[in-house]
């Protein structure tokens, strides 16, 4: 089982505010999901990186994908109230068979 | 994206009884589905992974016996918790893995909150 490490653990920020998580591994990926999740409710999927150095923009949220496939990070420009909620890494290993290991969260709360 | 059901959205139990949770692919077919379990403040924890047809495989320190799994069509995973015990009381997330080769993704159902008294 790889080692996941997700960083911070928990983010309190005010809105406008700029932030980043990380997602770090051991491990080669050979793909990354990022998914948000809400309290009661089910991930919702945010992005799939495959590719080393791939940079995706979803508007005000930018994700990244390391050179070497083992880490990733995510930016939220101005961050607004909407974003609050549970962020997750979940990658996928050559030799996982599809199958997700998620990282333990960040969870983010933006105040107005 | 795609969607996926799960029902019920929220359930009861008294210990000692059985629950079943059904989790549905509502506009695609899934030959794979995952089962979670995410307890408070934590992370989703995977417990087995759903195949069409065959036996479900389950991770390591999750009882095959007491989370019964059956995939009996390509749209329908169903997890039952057998003999369920207040420890058992937890968030239960089923996915359903969509498109092949490479280009996979899971999508999540809304989970599934289990109270066992």
């Known amino acids: 089982t790889q080692l996941l490490e997700q960083s911070p653990q928990f983010l309190s920020i005010q809105e406008g505010e700029n932030l980043t998580v990380y997602c770090n591994s051991s491990?080669?990926?050979?793909?990354l999901q990022w998914y948000r999740q809400e309290p009661g409710e089910g991930p919702v999927l945010l992005v799939t990186v495959v590719t080393g150095g791939e940079v995706k923009k979803l508007k005000r949220l930018t994700f990244q994908f390391g050179d070497a496939r083992k880490d990733s990070s995510l930016h939220i420009t101005a961050a607004q109230p909407g974003d609050t909620g549970l962020y997750l890494c979940a990658p996928t290993t050559y030799d996982s068979w599809g199958k997700l290991q998620f990282g333990a969260g960040t969870q983010v709360v933006v105040t107005p | 994206g795609a969607v996926v059901s799960q029902h019920p959205s929220r359930v009861i139990c008294k210990s000692g009884t059985s629950v079943k949770i059904e989790c549905r692919s509502l506009?695609?077919?899934?030959?794979?589905m995952f089962w979670y379990r995410q307890f408070p403040k934590q992370s989703l924890m995977l417990m087995a992974t759903?195949?069409?047809?065959?036996?479900?495989?389950?991770e390591q320190g999750v009882e095959k016996d007491k989370f019964l799994i059956n995939h009996a069509s390509l749209t329908l995973s169903t997890l039952t918790v057998t003999s369920a015990h207040p420890e058992d009381s937890s968030f239960y997330i089923c996915?359903?893995?969509?498109?092949?080769?490479?280009?996979?993704?899971?999508?999540f159902g809304p989970g599934t909150r289990l109270l066992v008294l």
């Open positions: 996915s359903a893995r969509s498109g092949t080769g490479g280009r996979e993704t899971q999508y």
């Open positions: 491990s080669v990926f050979s793909s």
């Open positions: 506009d695609f077919q899934a030959t794979t």
């Open positions: 759903s195949n069409e047809g065959s036996k479900a495989t389950y």
